[in-house]
């Protein structure tokens, strides 16, 4: 991570394919807008595409503030974008929920992110056991998916 340094609020880029929370809250964005001038900055990228600090950033939308403070973290894809993003909203912060959690565990499975399990569990800040529970219908379907490709090969 580099330094903090202040950036226009609006070249914050939000992607919504690259976040891992399912819903935003209004009353932390309305607290934080409120609260603007003390809190941490948010995490980008290289790109200025937002990792950590989706509420803050939208509470400095809403208080209509010209500029954000950002600390940024390069990274190489977007596969290590999502994963960091999923990590500091696990972690800290209006963390995220059970099914945020879910959705994400299985995102980085399936995708062929690279991680496995036990990465997974360190990422989300769950247990090992919570995360096998998390895919145990995504490892179903990826073995019928093999078996079935098996059998069409050998016909």
């Given amino acids: 991570m580099s330094d903090q340094m202040l950036i226009r609020t609006d070249s914050v880029v939000y992607r919504e394919d690259l976040y891992p929370r399912i819903?935003?809250?209004?009353?932390?964005?309305?607290?934080?807008?409120?609260?603007?001038?003390?809190?941490?900055?948010?995490?980008?990228?290289?790109?200025?595409?937002?990792?950590?600090?989706?509420?803050?950033?939208?509470?400095?939308?809403?208080?209509?503030?010209?500029?954000?403070?950002?600390?940024?973290?390069?990274?190489?894809?977007?596969?290590?974008?999502?994963a960091f993003a999923i990590e500091r909203n696990a972690a800290h912060g209006l963390q995220m929920n059970e099914d945020d959690k879910e959705a994400a565990a299985k995102r980085l499975y399936a995708q062929g992110t690279g991680l496995d399990k036990p990465t997974i569990a360190q990422v989300l800040s769950v247990s090992a056991r919570q995360v096998q529970t998390y895919l145990a219908r995504t490892d179903h379907d990826l073995k019928a998916r093999r078996k079935k490709q098996v059998i069409e090969l050998w016909l």
């Fill in 23 to 82: 819903k935003s809250d209004p009353a932390t964005i309305q607290r934080y807008a409120e609260n603007i001038d003390v809190l941490p900055p948010i995490e980008i990228n290289q790109h200025n595409i937002l990792i950590d600090g989706f509420h803050r950033w939208t509470a400095h939308r809403k208080a209509e503030a010209a500029e954000i403070r950002v600390i940024v973290t390069p990274t190489a894809s977007e596969a290590e974008l999502f």
